[in-house]
């Protein structure tokens, strides 16, 4: 924008988006990291298998590209069955290569580390399927579809 009057940033446009791909969440219009896309594309990867803790027996897809894990409905795998020790948002993320199927985890950073066949991620690590993931005081096995 041109000019020297102020800039009403609520009027800024972001990125061109169709209804229903986005979530807005609270944050700044200049970090495209507030928003994060809903719609999932390709069909899941692999799937999360909640084996210890609250939701025990339960799953969570995981998707191709990147997946936030945290409590919030609004992260792609929500761990949303009670563990307060989870972080409510990213507590961790898994990204998947849908051109290969490499995948890895990545510590969000949080209080509670995440724990990968008894070894805290620092950082990133590479997962297989068959690996156990702790995240807060839930385990969940990474399994084929």
Not at 44 to 64: D, E, T
Not at 121 to 132: C, F, R
Request: no cysteine.
């Amino acid at each position: 924008m041109t000019g020297s009057g102020p800039r009403d940033e609520s009027t800024r446009v972001a990125q061109h988006l169709k209804a229903g791909d986005v979530e807005r969440v609270a944050g700044d219009t200049d970090d495209l990291g507030t928003y994060f896309v809903t719609q999932k594309s390709k069909p899941p990867y692999a799937k999360l298998v909640i084996v210890g803790g609250p939701g025990a027996g339960n799953a969570r897809p995981v998707y191709p590209g990147t997946n936030s894990i945290g409590r919030e409905t609004s992260n792609r795998v929500p761990l949303d069955f009670g563990d307060d020790t989870i972080s409510r948002k990213q507590h961790a993320v898994i990204v998947i290569d849908d051109r290969d199927g490499s995948m890895q985890i990545l510590d969000g950073g949080k209080v509670n580390p995440v724990v990968v066949n008894g070894t805290v991620v620092t950082g990133k690590a590479p997962i297989h399927i068959g690996d156990t993931i702790e995240i807060g005081t839930t385990t969940v096995l990474i399994e084929a579809l």
